[in-house]
């Protein structure tokens, strides 16, 4: 099994800045994909962005340019810096990992969340 725990979340004026991370701990074999992924009041789950063991990186529209994913392989660690926030950006924030296990292929785990609120 395969812990993640975030933080950084809080709240924050619009226009300003906050910088989410999460930690993979537990039984890793080699953590492949860790990815951020958000949740508004009433609506759904949905990718904010990823990147890969290797280092490819992908967005979603509404944070391209705004937001910057990255991680540290060797502490299992990936961060969302995330600048020029607005009001529609607050969300529950989730932490996504997959770990590429020998037994079962690939096991998903996700954070317990944290929140995000942006002000006007």
Same mark, same amino acid.
């Given at each position: 099994?395969?812990?993640?725990?975030?933080? *950084?979340? *809080?709240?924050?004026?619009?226009?300003?800045?906050?910088?989410?991370?999460?930690?993979? @701990?537990?039984?890793?074999?080699?953590?492949?994909?860790?990815?951020?992924? +958000?949740? /508004? /009041?009433?609506? $759904? +789950?949905?990718?904010?962005?990823?990147?890969?063991? *290797?280092?490819? !990186?992908?967005?979603?529209?509404?944070? +391209?340019? +705004?937001?910057?994913? @990255?991680?540290?392989?060797?502490?299992?660690?990936?961060?969302?810096?995330?600048?020029?926030?607005? /009001?529609?950006? !607050?969300?529950?924030?989730?932490?996504?990992?997959?770990?590429?296990?020998?037994?079962? *292929?690939?096991?998903?785990?996700?954070? $317990?969340?944290? $929140?995000?609120?942006?002000?006007?």
């Amino acid at each position: 099994q395969v812990q993640l725990v975030e933080s *950084g979340g *809080g709240l924050v004026q619009a226009g300003g800045s906050l910088r989410l991370s999460c930690t993979a @701990s537990g039984s890793i074999f080699s953590i492949d994909a860790m990815s951020w992924y +958000r949740q /508004p /009041p009433g609506k $759904q +789950r949905d990718l904010v962005a990823g990147t890969t063991r *290797g280092g490819t !990186t992908n967005y979603a529209d509404s944070v +391209r340019g +705004r937001f910057t994913i @990255s991680r540290d392989n060797a502490k299992n660690t990936v961060y969302l810096q995330m600048n020029s926030l607005k /009001p529609e950006d !607050t969300a529950v924030y989730y932490c996504y990992c997959n770990d590429r296990t020998p037994s079962i *292929g690939y096991a998903h785990y996700w954070g $317990q969340g944290t $929140q995000v609120t942006v002000s006007r």
